[in-house]
């Protein structure tokens, strides 16, 4: 299975329509525009099915939902499912709050997702696992990465990806790890946003969904790989979060083929 898609991508240009959580809008919309796709934001209902008739993607992500804003995600929701589209939810912080909880219950009960993404301990939580979560970190839990993803995917039968020292994807059936990875990308906020919106990019454009997120991955892994390294390593969240976007944009296939280290379960 080839994980090289940033060509395709490039070339096809998907439009991808984001419910952005307030805080990372510019990552999430610059970071999408380097690689190649087509950012629209949103936060208005009246809008959505217009909205995602034009799109090829939509991605959802509940850090900052008030409930005013739960007709709007749903109304994106129905129109993605309704057109048959991909769509990402990103379940931010939903360990936190019975409130985060509850929503994104509700979206899980009533809509299907082609991936749900977020770090081990937000898909622990969505999975029914055991966990300790504290805000947006990841927390602690006796489960594996592995475990949880494949516990999330089955649950809910989509594409789970638990975000981590090392990334787990998982359809359930197979699973893959990645271990490309960088701890500056942790640094910067709104990098785990990004990477659910890259997602939803990449199914937009590759037909295999679980293949998609796997690319989406590696786009940004060994984005951040290569930022890191032109700082010498050096912890600077400022200047990388700069340098992910100039290797987001100048990243090819060849390189991620050269560098991806992937292992399928």
Same mark, same amino acid.
């Given at each position: 299975?080839?994980?090289?898609?940033?060509?395709? =991508?490039?070339?096809?240009?998907?439009?991808?329509?984001?419910?952005?959580?307030?805080?990372?809008?510019?990552?999430?919309?610059?970071?999408?525009?380097?690689?190649?796709?087509? !950012?629209?934001?949103?936060?208005?209902?009246?809008?959505?099915?217009?909205?995602?008739?034009?799109?090829?993607?939509?991605?959802?992500?509940?850090?900052?939902?008030?409930?005013?804003?739960?007709?709007?995600?749903?109304?994106?929701?129905?129109?993605?499912?309704?057109?048959?589209? !991909?769509?990402?939810?990103?379940?931010?912080?939903?360990? @936190?709050?019975? $409130?985060?909880?509850?929503?994104?219950?509700?979206? =899980?009960?009533?809509?299907?997702?082609?991936?749900?993404?977020?770090?081990?301990?937000?898909?622990?939580?969505? @999975?029914?696992?055991?966990?300790?979560?504290?805000?947006?970190?990841?927390?602690?839990?006796?489960?594996?990465?592995?475990?949880?993803?494949?516990?999330?995917?089955?649950? $809910?039968?989509?594409?789970?990806? @638990?975000?981590?020292?090392? /990334? $787990?994807?998982?359809?359930?059936?197979?699973?893959?790890?990645?271990?490309?990875?960088?701890?500056?990308? !942790?640094?910067?906020?709104?990098?785990?946003?990004?990477?659910?919106?890259?997602? @939803?990019? $990449?199914?937009?454009?590759?037909?295999? !969904?679980?293949?998609?997120?796997?690319?989406?991955?590696?786009?940004?892994?060994?984005?951040?790989?290569?930022?890191?390294?032109?700082? /010498?390593?050096?912890?600077?969240?400022?200047?990388?979060?700069?340098?992910?976007? /100039?290797?987001?944009?100048?990243?090819? /296939?060849?390189?991620?083929?050269?560098?991806?280290?992937?292992?399928?379960?």
């Amino acid at each position: 299975m080839a994980y090289s898609s940033i060509q395709s =991508l490039r070339q096809k240009k998907p439009v991808v329509v984001n419910y952005a959580n307030f805080v990372t809008p510019f990552l999430v919309a610059n970071g999408l525009n380097v690689i190649g796709a087509s !950012p629209i934001m949103s936060d208005e209902a009246a809008e959505a099915d217009d909205l995602v008739g034009i799109s090829q993607a939509v991605s959802l992500n509940a850090g900052a939902v008030r409930k005013e804003s739960w007709p709007l995600m749903e109304a994106l929701a129905h129109a993605a499912n309704t057109r048959h589209l !991909p769509l990402v939810l990103d379940p931010v912080a939903v360990g @936190a709050t019975r $409130y985060r909880q509850n929503l994104n219950r509700e979206l =899980l009960a009533h809509y299907s997702f082609s991936a749900i993404r977020g770090n081990i301990g937000e898909i622990a939580v969505l @999975a029914g696992i055991d966990w300790a979560t504290r805000g947006i970190d990841a927390g602690e839990g006796n489960s594996s990465g592995k475990e949880v993803a494949i516990s999330c995917a089955t649950r $809910y039968h989509t594409i789970a990806i @638990a975000s981590g020292q090392v /990334d $787990y994807i998982s359809d359930g059936e197979k699973t893959c790890a990645i271990y490309n990875q960088t701890d500056l990308l !942790p640094s910067v906020v709104g990098s785990g946003d990004l990477l659910s919106s890259m997602v @939803a990019a $990449y199914q937009g454009v590759i037909t295999d !969904p679980f293949e998609a997120a796997v690319s989406a991955l590696l786009h940004l892994n060994i984005a951040g790989e290569i930022a890191s390294e032109a700082l /010498d390593h050096q912890y600077l969240p400022g200047s990388f979060a700069y340098r992910l976007l /100039d290797a987001l944009s100048t990243l090819t /296939d060849e390189e991620v083929t050269a560098r991806m280290k992937v292992e399928v379960m």
